[in-house]
């Protein structure tokens, strides 16, 4: 596939639609968990599958949108910069952030502020902020 300069409304809305189905299933099993009187093995096995989980849905999430083009995304730190390089992170740095000789990230200007060398540990309130911010920014940009 060529690279993108633009997405049309309907796939952002296949995108959000797609996070926002994941998040609803995620709460309904941390619900389950929780609602699970003296059961800590379900809430400690919860603790262990949301960094997974969501780690995982930040590359869902690139993916939907990977061939974006750098001329618009830019080289500077934004939310769609971010995700590429935690995305690369997770996929072929043992989940431990690096950089890159293309992105120049400001980890206080990010939305995660994470720095490199941090390791990716995902919470449901990280990914949610981080793919809002995506989103956002995707949309000021590519729509």
């Known amino acids: 596939m060529l ?6 409304p309907e796939e952002v809305d296949r995108g959000k639609s797609a996070v926002a189905q994941q998040l609803a ?3 309904r099993l941390a619900d389950a968990a929780a609602s699970t009187p003296g059961n800590q ?3 400690a096995a919860l603790q262990d599958f949301e960094v997974v989980f969501f780690n995982n849905m930040t590359i869902a999430l690139d993916r939907y949108f990977v061939y974006r083009l750098r001329v618009v995304t830019g080289k500077d730190t934004n939310p769609l910069n971010e995700v590429e390089l935690l995305t690369d992170s997770l996929m072929n740095n043992a989940g431990v952030l690096r950089g890159n000789n293309v992105i120049k990230l400001v ?5 995660l502020k994470l720095h490199p060398g941090d390791h990716i540990r995902m919470t449901r ?5 981080l793919s809002a911010a995506f989103f956002a920014d995707l949309e000021r940009k590519f729509l």
């Open 41 to 43: 093995k379900a809430r």
């Open 25 to 27: 299933a995620y709460d």
């Open 125 to 129: 309130a990280d990914f949610e902020r």
């Open 107 to 111: 980890p206080d200007e990010s939305v």
């Open 3 to 8: 690279g993108r300069k633009t997405y049309t």
